[in-house]
Every structure is written in structure tokens, then in C-alpha cells.
């Protein structure tokens, strides 16, 4: 089997391809990091640096392929619009008609549960439950939109499944807890309401079993999307207390309340605006709510439709994010 992998220099993308590498599949990955792409190569794979904005690229690459896993996209709680919909827009776009024009045989697209969240509790979320009026900032608003480009593929007559992987993580993990672990080192980490909001995460190679399962589901898959989750709803106290525990480090937690920490991230967005050039405040309002706000998916469809059963628990993705983390730590000393 032949596989085009977008988001190949990412994590969830550079995961999935070295797993289809080591099944024996032909796989073509395409990333803007050269440095993860040389790391790519090196195990075997086809590296192509391309943008995703980058129209015959793209198209080309999809020609003499049997699958594409789209899991490239600018991910991140802040941005520029355009930046994001030249990415997530243009780029899910130029994907699905790369794959019509070279008859591939299936589109596997990753997508977000960040399109479901409002700064409300919301437990239990189904894919097809109502979505807010507005999506909460650029990236759920272009990723919605990209879901809909992936439609319009599926009506033209390719065969399109979607997941909506929730805060994924693991070794290799950039952002998610990373980011906590940085803000702990400063003794900053938001406890927003005692940590009791109630979230999924998902361990990334649970999220990998899932797209190779998209990629063999049957005619009752087609044209749906599908929540992922590890199904094993945590509180953030008791998540963070975990991570920490495991690092045998302190929680260096300061308590906020969650009207206060809006109001905090609403000064700190307006002041990286005017007087930053834009560059990413240290909280936005859209991380506080993801924090501070409790938001669980329900996995039924896909335990149904795909077969999807979470393979590494919580526990043990964190003990393999832990020793991952820790190794990390001593290379750069």
C-alpha cells in the first residue's frame, strides 16, 4: 500500500508514519520541518517539503497513491486568520482535489474537537450534536471549514472519514503537556476553580490505531466523523497531580478563579496586539476555558463504526510520556 501523509514533521503525522513505515506500506510524507523530514528519510520514508498553501505540490503528491492521511495543520491558540486559513482551508482543499484528480482511494482527515467548545461544560459531546454559533477563535473556525472542504470531496465521490482526536499526547508531544510543565518550572500553572473542570485526553498512538482503522472501515464509515478519546475522563487536578507525581517534582499550582483568569487573558491578548507585534500572549482566553471548563466526547460512534478500542490507557501513556520526557531532560544537560 502507498500512503501520503500530511503533517509528517508533526507529531500525530510523524507518528502514523513511521508506524505505516514499519507495517511494510510506501509512504510519502510531506512536512515543512526539514529537520524532522532528514529524520523521515533517514528511517526509510520519502520526505517532500512542501506548504500545504503550496497548490501543486500538494497535487502532485497525491499522484500513485492509495491512501492520504491529512494530518497537517496549523494548530495553535492564537495566530493570524489568514495564516491559519491558508493552512487549514486552502490546504485540506488542495488535498481533496489532489486526491480526486489522481483517483485516490481514500482521504483520511484529521479534524478537532476544538470546533464543539462554547466556555461551557459540555460532557458527553456527540459528533453531531450542535456546534456553537461561532467557533471560539481562528483554529476551529478554519478546521470547521476544512471538514467542510473534505465534505465536498466525499460528494464528488471520494471516499472521505473524518476523527476529532481530543488533546493528544505522548512522547514527542509539543504543546500540550509541555506547556504545563514549562509554566510548573515557573511556578505559574493555572488552577482555575481547584482544577476540578472534567477533560479527555488521548494517548497519540491510540490516535494511530484510529486513522489505520479509517483507513480499512467499511461503506457505514464513509462520510462520518468520529470522536477519538482515551474514554477515560480526568479531572485537571488529578491529571496534573499524576504528571508530577510521576517526575517525583512538586505541582507548583497558583489558584485562580476562572472569571479572574478571563479577565487576565483578555488584558495580556489585547496587550500582545498592541504592543507585542502579535506574538502569543503567555495565557489566551481560549487556553483559561480549555482549563478551566469541563468538556468530554462521547466515543460510541467510533467503538461502533471502527472497531476503535483505546489500546494504551491514561496511566500508561503518561508513565511513556514520563520516561520520554525525562530522557529529553538529560540529553540537553
Not at 220 to 238: C, M, Q, W, Y
Amino acid at each position: 500500500m502507498r500512503a501520503l501523509v500530511t503533517g509528517a514533521t508533526g507529531f500525530i503525522g510523524g507518528k502514523l508514519a513511521r508506524r505505516l513505515e514499519a507495517m511494510g506500506w510506501q509512504v510519502t510524507a510531506v512536512g515543512r520541518n526539514l529537520q524532522e523530514g532528514r529524520s523521515l528519510a533517514a528511517g526509510g520514508i520519502l520526505f517532500v517539503p512542501a506548504d500545504l498553501a503550496d497548490e501543486a505540490a500538494i497535487r502532485k503528491a497525491c499522484d500513485g497513491q492509495d491512501i492520504v492521511f491529512h494530518c497537517g495543520a496549523l494548530s495553535s491558540p492564537w495566530g493570524k486568520y489568514e495564516h491559519f486559513y491558508n493552512s487549514n482551508v486552502i490546504g485540506t482543499r488542495n488535498i481533496a482535489q489532489g486526491s480526486l484528480e489522481h483517483k485516490v482511494k481514500r482521504l483520511v482527515h484529521v479534524s478537532t474537537p476544538s470546533i464543539y467548545f462554547d466556555y461551557t461544560d459540555r460532557l458527553g459531546i456527540k459528533e453531531d450534536d450542535a456546534l456553537p454559533a461561532k467557533p471560539v477563535n481562528a483554529y476551529a473556525a478554519t478546521k470547521l471549514l476544512a471538514e467542510q472542504e473534505a465534505d465536498r470531496a466525499y460528494e464528488a465521490g471520494l471516499e472521505v472519514v473524518t476523527i476529532r482526536p481530543r488533546a493528544v499526547f505522548g512522547p514527542g508531544d509539543r504543546a500540550i503537556l509541555p506547556r504545563l510543565l514549562r509554566a510548573n518550572e515557573r511556578g505559574k500553572v493555572p488552577l482555575i476553580n481547584g482544577g476540578q473542570a472534567l477533560m479527555d485526553v488521548t494517548y497519540v498512538e491510540n490516535v494511530v490505531d484510529a486513522l489505520l482503522l479509517c483507513a480499512e472501515a467499511g461503506p457505514s464509515a464513509l462520510g462520518r466523523k468520529f470522536n477519538i478519546t482515551n474514554g477515560e475522563p480526568v479531572r485537571l487536578l488529578d491529571l496534573l497531580n499524576k504528571v508530577f507525581s510521576l517526575l517525583d517534582e512538586p505541582l507548583r499550582a497558583k489558584p485562580i478563579s476562572l472569571r479572574t483568569i478571563y479577565r487576565l487573558a483578555g488584558i495580556l491578548e489585547w496587550s500582545a496586539k498592541v504592543f507585542a507585534g502579535g506574538r502569543e500572549p503567555l495565557i489566551t482566553r481560549y487556553s483559561a476555558g480549555v482549563l478551566g471548563t469541563s468538556q468530554t466526547l462521547d466515543i460510541g460512534a467510533a467503538q461502533q463504526k471502527l472497531g476503535y478500542r483505546p489500546r494504551v490507557s491514561l496511566e500508561e501513556g503518561l508513565h511513556e510520556f514520563v520516561k520520554w520526557w525525562r530522557k529529553r531532560t538529560d540529553e540537553q544537560l
